[in-house]
């Protein structure tokens, strides 16, 4: 497996795996929508995107967001997005995946890194299993849509 750091040159190996990703958390397929949203995000550089591959087939991507802590002010990470075909889970490729988003915070010297998730996902036991831990924290979202 290798695991490499997105670049715009990689938008056609992304947008099948992102599409899966968004349809898994039932939005509608939307590819010329989803193109475009990616190749903003490595044009402004304003997220960083890790996908793996295998036997130079793209089989999974995470993409993380950019936050800041007033409290402890620090910059960290959002984990928003974590995808792994269905036919290569199981593999240890999510896993994988994680551990570069650490190794990136590592590496930057970043607090740490948030994950935010479908409250039914099973992806989980993998993050608990990984050291994250449940934030007991009540969180609170408006929407202007």
């Known amino acids: ?9 990689h938008l ?3 947008i099948p795996l992102f599409d899966s990703y968004r349809v898994f958390y039932k939005q509608d397929s939307n ?17 960083e995107i890790f996908i793996a591959y295998l036997e130079n087939v793209a089989v999974g991507f995470t ?18 997005d ?5 036919n290569f889970r199981g593999h240890g490729i999510g896993e994988a995946l994680i551990n570069e988003a650490k190794n990136y915070c ?5 607090k740490g890194l948030a994950i935010q998730t479908a ?13 994250f831990k449940k934030d007991a924290d009540l969180h609170f979202f408006w929407t202007n849509k």
């Open 82 to 86: 974590l995808f792994v075909d269905a």
């Open 119 to 131: 409250s039914n996902n099973p992806a989980q036991h993998l993050y608990q299993r990984l050291g």
């Open 31 to 47: 590819l010329l929508a989803e193109k475009h949203f990616l190749f903003k995000r490595l044009k402004n550089k304003d997220s």
């Open 12 to 14: 056609d190996h992304l």
């Open 1 to 9: 497996m290798t695991i490499i750091r997105a670049q715009i040159e």
């Open 63 to 80: 993409q993380l967001f950019p936050l800041f802590s007033s409290v402890s002010m620090e910059a960290m990470c959002l984990l928003n």
């Open 106 to 110: 590592k590496k930057n010297n970043l």
